[in-house]
């Protein structure tokens, strides 16, 4: 090489034409590049068109495509691509023809160059989407039914207009969207096509050459991956699946060929996750890790050859120093968002983060060393970093050095310089990342993640890194914007912390991962982050707290909407009527209350949660409990309305009588019809009225129903008439019955029905005095129900067992008959009788509101190890341990009440 022999030897008349200008610039190319000789060689008219070209300004892909026109018109593929290598091999010559003449900048030649490649590519995605669109029609979005368009997305050095002059072009297939062309193939299908035909034309061997060479191993999953991918599944792949040197590769993305849209799109996708505003040492410490990792692969070189790319002070040293900045710094400061690699070193040196000196040291390494890659890369034209010692005198002349061994000095110099800046590199990173952050944000090191999680208490780290990557590698959090990404990113620290403390932190996650995901509720949590604190703390107090609100808020959408968009909460008939009109929309009655009723527990459970942290436990309970027995009220009102009910009454007993009803309360009804005619006419009314509060749909099921308390119990009638109780009353009826019935009221029904039943009901209740013997039955029911509890040192029952809630509730009943007064609600007879018993009272009401809030069901037992104690006492305040000798404190307070006025009572009658 180095010789016109072949010249000399085959067209020695075209040598002996040339001008001495000519002729130097000939033999200058020749013993530069092989392949340029061979061109010129093939075509020595194309030395005129060099030598006329390269004074003039260095041509951008506008000028490239127009002097490509021709192109356009050649329909055989196998001519095309042996045109397409004829134009590039001609400017590829050009371009290196100024460079050895030291014409332009090294920027501005590899700018120039990777504008060539970026044309060449535009003129084979216009054949190749003509051939593809007369195949199999025009590609339509199913989105937005607009033609689906598709793009080239350069990387590497071509993305950064650094592209070296005999190296492969990195790039990326993409399309708009998903659909099907207008003759019914998929768009995945025809892009694919397009794109296997672009990749051939720009790869074919010819005469001339092979054009480019093409490398796609930097698209999603690499070799494995689709040819071309739509935006929408990029973008999942990316904040899905992407990795730390992905976000690394991804700095250099820019537009080479297609839909500029569609290339716009896909960078403002990328821009979010390359560029984060957190991050960590974790960007350092993997590229480093990926640093050794390409030196091991690419060997560090012997005492015969270096690769002055990779080895220790190489080009990708330099990149690599310049890049960790990028990605560090590159979030907060959109002036680092630099594709080309010197561009974005000036600017780190401008902003202060690379020291000045530092940085000059670094831009003339990477010129040398450009320099003597373009020349070794050119020499052979072989895609290879190899320098041989060996070939030092040659490459020590070409790059203008008077002696061999000054050449070298200078590399080793420059090399020196290099590993220097990159070994002192120490970034100042303010934020440190936990392990769980490093995992989202990297990808990496899954087993230091596992091993936090455990640390964080969770029994099964695996599943909670599972929902944890649900989270934030899936859509809802794909589909925020790039602020409330990282909004969402900074908390979890935070929540971290929380998760940590709460001891049943496993359903506490679920139910927030429920509500953010399953009922699509991660907006509404990040905007809150943002705008409204105390939200937040009130939808992770609900995650906390309700197995049974998360699950009823993350299943129905419109309950979302409601739950988070109502300020006044339905309490009244008014209010219930409204909301019923809205849920009724394209559901059956019945479904439409069921939905309702949803609606008002939530809602009024919402209110009470909102509120759990007040020192009003009476206000905020009693409105709770007034509220969800109105809503009872209305319900049955509704159902008595939707049968057409007749002729007799509906009465409730226990909670909905005194209107203390909670979460998962059983509705304690009795009917009572006016004589047996109506009885025998409209006796099915009550069953369905019973059938419809009972049966289960789609929508769950209305109330239990209790009908024990009706006389006779299971095996009494349902609907009774108004002599039968009056009979019952006087000679059937025992003791424990007085005492439920002084709860009973009214709900529902013919009014002279209800007239009759309340005389009937207050001779039952005061007719006759009561007597010792009375009081000691009352007693005896009492431990009755508190045996069926089977409580143990380590289980206790809030409402029957020893010192409960029916402690309390029995003995203000006692009283109520005693004195005459029909007390239905329990608060207001603790009220009356001055019983120092109210704050022991609503604490056991409280926290038997919130176990049944857990799971949305009629629960009174607790356990000593339940993680459902522990939920409770944080709802509190407290540690388990301290609830649960609270809880026994209070239960052995209110057993000493009880059985001391109990005793009191029995003496006094």
């Known amino acids: 090489m180095g010789s016109l022999s072949k010249f000399e030897t085959f067209k020695k008349e075209f040598l002996d034409s040339l001008s001495k200008e000519e002729y130097d610039l000939l033999k200058g190319l020749v013993e530069h590049s092989s392949c340029i000789g061979d061109f010129l060689f093939r075509h020595p008219e194309e030395l005129k068109f060099i030598k006329e070209n390269i004074e003039k300004p260095l041509m951008d892909k506008g000028d490239y495509l127009k002097a490509m026109e021709e192109l356009s018109s050649i329909k055989d ?7 397409l290598a004829f134009y590039k091999m001609r400017y590829f010559s050009l371009i290196v023809a100024k460079d050895i003449n030291k014409i332009n900048d090294l920027m501005d030649l590899t700018a120039s160059y990777s504008h060539l490649a970026d044309a060449s590519f535009e003129v084979c995605y216009k054949k190749s989407w003509e051939k593809a669109e007369k195949l199999y029609g025009t590609p339509i979005e199913q989105t937005t039914g607009e033609v689906a368009e598709g793009c080239v997305i350069a990387l590497g050095k071509l993305g950064g207009l650094d592209l070296n002059y005999f190296s492969d072009v990195d790039v990326m297939y993409l399309y708009s969207d998903e659909g099907k ?17 672009l990749t051939t034309l720009m790869t074919k061997r010819t005469f001339e050459g092979q054009p480019w060479i093409v490398d796609l191993d930097l698209r999603p999953e690499g070799k494995k991956g689709f040819l071309a991918y739509s935006l929408p599944a990029v973008e999942f792949y990316y904040w899905g699946h992407g990795r730390t040197w992905e976000r690394h590769m991804l700095i250099k993305a820019r537009h080479s060929a297609g839909s500029q849209r569609v290339s716009q799109d896909f960078l403002s996708i990328i821009t979010p996750f390359v560029y984060r505003k957190i991050v960590g040492e974790e960007v350092f410490e993997e590229i480093v890790s990926l640093k050794k990792l390409i030196e091991e692969e690419g060997g560090k ?21 310049i890049q960790i900045f990028q990605l560090l710094y590159g979030g907060k400061n959109q002036k680092l968002q630099e594709r080309r690699t010197i561009k974005a070193l000036r600017k780190l040196v401008e902003e202060g983060i690379i020291p000045p000196t530092d940085g000059k040291r670094l831009e003339k390494a990477y010129y040398f060393l450009r320099k003597l890659e373009h020349l070794i890369q050119i020499r052979n034209c072989v895609q290879t970093q190899k320098f041989y010692y060996k070939d030092a005198p040659y490459y020590a002349e070409k790059m203008g050095y008077s002696n061999t061994e000054q050449f070298l000095q200078e590399l080793e110099t420059h090399r020196k310089n290099v590993r220097e800046v990159f070994e002192s590199l120490s970034p100042n990173v303010d934020i440190k990342l936990t392990p769980l952050q490093k995992y989202i944000i990297t990808k990496q090191n899954e087993e230091t993640a596992l091993q936090y999680l455990k640390e964080l208490g969770f029994k099964d780290p695996k599943w909670a890194l599972e929902i944890f990557k649900k989270i934030f590698f899936g859509k809802l959090y794909i589909e925020l914007s790039e602020g409330s990404k990282e909004l969402l990113f900074a908390y979890l620290p935070n929540l971290e912390k929380q998760l940590k403390d709460f001891p049943d932190r496993e359903d506490f996650l679920l139910n927030l991962s429920k509500m953010l995901l399953d009922g699509e509720m991660l907006w509404v949590f990040v905007s809150a982050l943002e705008q409204n604190q105390k939200l937040v703390e009130f939808m992770l107090n609900i995650a906390k707290l309700s197995d049974y609100i998360s699950s009823l808020v993350s299943k129905d959408r419109e309950l979302l909407d409601w739950a988070f968009g109502v300020e006044d909460v339905p309490t009244e008939r008014e209010a219930f009527e409204k909301e019923l009109k809205v849920v009724s929309k394209g559901e059956n009655f019945i479904d439409s209350l069921k939905k309702l009723k949803k609606v008002v527990e939530v809602l009024n459970s919402l209110k009470y949660l909102s509120r759990i942290n007040t020192s009003q436990p009476l206000e905020r309970l009693k409105e709770m409990n ?19 009910g007749k002729d007799f009454a509906v009465y409730t007993l226990g909670k909905l009588g005194s209107r203390e009803m909670n979460i998962g309360s059983d509705l304690d009804l009795v009917f009572v019809f006016r004589d047996e005619e109506s009885k025998h006419r409209f006796l099915k009314i009550p069953q369905e009225i019973v059938k419809a509060l009972t049966t289960y749909t789609k929508e769950g099921i209305l ?6 308390l009706r006389p006779f119990g299971k095996g009494g009638e349902l609907s009774p008439s108004l002599s039968f109780y009056k009979g019952y009353f006087d000679k059937e009826a025992r003791s424990w019955e007085r005492l439920a019935w002084v709860k009973s009221r009214f709900v529902v029904g013919e009014e002279d029905v209800k007239d009759e039943m309340e005389r009937i009901i207050n001779d039952f209740l005061f007719g006759k005095d009561i007597d010792k013997q009375f009081v000691l039955e009352a007693i005896d029911m009492r431990f009755r129900l508190e045996g069926l509890a089977r409580e143990t040192p380590d289980e206790m029952d809030i409402k029957l067992g020893k010192g409960g809630i029916t402690d309390i509730e029995f003995l203000v009943q006692t009283l109520s008959l005693k004195e005459k007064q029909k007390m239905n609600n329990i608060i207001e007879g603790i009220k009356h009788f001055n019983l120092d018993l109210m704050d022991d009272y609503l604490f056991l009401r409280e926290v038997e509101a919130r ?3 857990i799971k949305g069901v009629g629960m009174s037992k607790i356990y000593k190890n339940s993680p459902y104690l522990s939920r409770i006492a944080h709802s509190f305040g407290v540690e388990a341990d301290k609830l649960w000798e ?3 404190d209070t ?3 209110v057993r000493d009440r009880f059985l001391r006025e109990m005793k009191l009572i029995k003496d006094r009658v």
């Open 77 to 83: 593929n196998s001519l095309f691509a042996q045109k």
């Open 886 to 888: 609270d809880i026994k």
């Open 301 to 321: 070189g012997t005492q015969e050859w270096i690769d002055v790319k990779k080895s220790e002070g190489g080009i990708r040293e330099i990149e690599f120093t």
């Open 626 to 644: 007034v509220s969800l027995s109105n809503l009872a009220d209305f319900i049955l009102e509704k159902l008595y309305q939707h049968f057409e």
């Open 181 to 197: 062309t207008t003759k019914g193939v998929s768009n995945r299908e025809f892009f694919i096509h397009l794109f296997t035909n």
């Open 703 to 708: 109330y239990n129903v209790d009908l024990r």
């Open 851 to 853: 176990l049944r809030m």
């Open 891 to 893: 239960k052995n307070r």
